[in-house]
């Protein structure tokens, strides 16, 4: 009998604390024998974070916080154990926040680029970010400091009111309906001007419609012609033109060379010419001194007459000579 | 003449209290003195935790069973509307693990267990057992105070630790069946700030209750005096003690261990 008690004590206490560690491990979620991943965040602030708080990777839960400790000067070092199948986000950082009403934080890991607009949070994360493992991170703001600065503001306003209240007396509310009536009437003064001027401005506003038009034909022209030069200077026929161009380029370069040469030749020619100009000169200046039997000849008359004797002479002879050719010719045969 | 008769029971009063703690402490010695004495104490123990923890199972388990009940119906009442439903799991787990399952147990096991050592230690004391086994030999601390202590302290986690698991079970069920709250919510509830730490504070807790109460009741059993009324005097002052000692430790635990590790994490 004492045996079967002495086995039950120990089979009840063996029950009970099996029971235990099945049921802590059951409600903590802990998975045996698998190797899970820690992941280290620093932050300067956790807010209300603690122990145990869900790790939130796009909504879903991956993992616990499993310690908060002070870390280097200033920071907080909050160590995360992750589930061996999540995948962390390109560039992560870890921001702590409210899940619910009710003080309940949860530790989010998002992408860089996925961080909320607030420019506290950006220079939080910004200036956690070190070379390393370490995550950076920020607490964003609870709801009971969002609750405290909302009702402070509310505060600030019923101040504003209570001063506009008192400032708001019935002096105030009379120049206040002066200024109305002061308003109105510049109204009215303001819309017969604009019904004076309405014609007018119709006009104008007519001619610049015109106008408008004119310019908007004159951009559309411009706007085909380019089309055109664009189209045109993209066409075969135009790569041809411009082919051929490069060909009597070609031509007009070899015809230059062409002329340059002719040029050279005739710059020679032209000093020969000149080299006979000026003999020609010197002969014509030496017959007009009367130099030389050319000279003689064109400046004494004297010489002109005897010539004129001679040729008259030889006229003479030439006809005495068809007249009686036996006097001056004989043919002897034999 | 009046001066000096009150400072005379100043003085009396004091060097009575001064006297008890002397004797505690001086019992509290001559216990851990004994428990050197292994193959006296060892084979009384299994006995003992069979009565004190096995048999109190009952009583421990009926008793968190329908606190589980009451206080998921109470976290309900409280909650209306403001607070969302599933934090009846969270309530219930950290008042059942933290607190009332340790000192609602001790305290139960206090009247019980604390009044039955008493009484048999009494007993024992005024029909001169004692006297007998100190005459064949005997340690009467190493043979009978030695194993239920060492039978409280160890069987006391247990039967609290069952009584976690039952309360909470039982509050679990009551949020089902009575506040149609779904097991997803209640779960959700109960793991939302579930921490190892709970049950630990809790066993620990009642580990230390268990000392008490056994150290309480031999301590006012093996001191009875007179007949069957010294034996009723030793029993009623062994549970009132013990239910004092419960709550002072309850208090100096959560000063601190629990206020420190609420302060540390």
């Known amino acids: ?334 | 003449m009046g001066t000096v008769t009150a400072l005379a029971g100043v003085g009396a009063a004091v060097r009575r209290a001064l006297s008890a703690v002397g004797a505690a402490a001086r019992f509290g010695g001559d216990v851990v003195v004994s428990s050197r004495d292994y193959l006296t104490w060892f084979p009384q123990a299994f006995q003992q935790a069979w009565r004190l923890g096995i048999g109190s199972l009952p009583l421990a388990l009926f008793i968190s069973a329908f606190t589980g009940i009451v206080l998921a119906l109470l976290a309900s009442y409280s909650f209306t509307g403001a607070v969302p439903l599933y934090f009846v799991g969270t309530l219930v787990e950290k008042t059942i693990t933290l607190e009332l399952a340790p000192v609602l147990t001790g305290l139960a096991l206090a009247g019980r267990v604390g009044a039955n050592i008493a009484a048999e230690l009494g007993t024992m004391r005024i029909t001169e057992q004692i006297d007998a086994l100190e005459t064949l030999g005997y340690d009467p601390l190493a043979f009978l105070v030695v194993p239920r202590i060492i039978a409280g302290v160890t069987m006391f986690p247990v039967v609290v630790g069952a009584a976690m698991l039952v309360g909470v079970g039982a509050g679990w069920i009551a949020s089902v069946l009575l506040l149609h709250l779904s097991t997803p919510e209640f779960v959700k509830g109960l793991r939302l700030f579930f921490q190892t730490f709970d049950v630990q504070y809790g066993l620990v807790k009642s580990a230390s209750f268990g000392l008490a109460v056994t150290a309480i009741g031999s301590r006012r059993g093996l001191s009875t005096q007179g007949g069957a009324e010294g034996v009723g005097r030793a029993a009623t002052s062994a549970v009132v003690y013990s239910a004092i000692f419960i709550l002072v430790l309850d208090a100096f635990w959560a000063v601190t261990w629990l206020l420190g590790h609420e302060v540390s994490r």
């Open chain 1, 1 to 334: 009998m004492k045996r079967i008690n002495d086995a039950l004590v120990g089979l009840v206490t063996v029950a009970v604390v099996v029971a235990l560690v099945v049921a802590v491990t059951w409600v903590r979620q802990a998975d045996i024998g698998r190797h899970q991943r820690t992941v280290v965040a620093r932050f300067r602030d956790v807010g209300n974070a603690r122990v145990g708080n869900a790790v939130v990777i796009r909504g879903v839960v991956g993992g616990r916080i499993e310690g908060i400790e002070l870390g280097e000067t200033g920071w907080v070092d909050v160590r995360m154990k992750l589930d061996p199948t999540v995948r962390l986000p390109r560039d992560p950082v870890v921001l702590l926040n409210e899940s619910s009403l009710f003080g309940e934080w949860q530790a989010t890991i998002v992408e860089r680029e996925a961080l909320p607009a607030d420019d506290v949070v950006q220079r939080e994360i910004a200036a956690a970010t070190v070379p390393g493992d370490r995550l950076p991170g920020a607490s964003l703001p609870g709801i009971g400091k969002l609750t405290a600065v909302a009702g402070q503001i509310a505060g600030d306003v019923a101040t504003v009111a209570g001063r506009v209240e008192v400032a708001f007396d019935d002096s105030a509310a009379r120049e206040l309906r002066g200024s109305f009536r002061n308003v109105a009437e510049l109204s009215s003064t303001l819309a017969k001007v604009v019904r004076s001027h309405a014609s007018d401005l119709d006009t104008l506003s007519r001619q610049l419609s015109g106008v408008i038009g004119s310019l908007d034909r004159a951009t559309r022209t411009v706007e085909v012609t380019a089309q055109r030069v664009d189209s045109a200077t993209t066409s075969p026929e135009m790569r041809n033109i411009v082919t051929d161009l490069s060909v009597g380029a070609v031509e007009l370069r070899r015809t230059a060379t062409q002329v340059r040469t002719l040029s050279d030749r005739f710059a020679a020619s032209q000093g020969h010419l000149d080299v006979l100009l000026a003999n020609g000169d010197s002969i014509l200046v030496k017959i007009n001194a009367g130099r030389g039997s050319l000279g003689l000849l064109v400046n004494d008359p004297t010489m002109y007459y005897r010539t004129d004797s001679l040729v008259a002479q030889l006229r003479a002879l030439a006809a005495d000579i068809q007249a009686n050719p036996k006097k001056y010719v004989s043919v002897r045969i034999f």
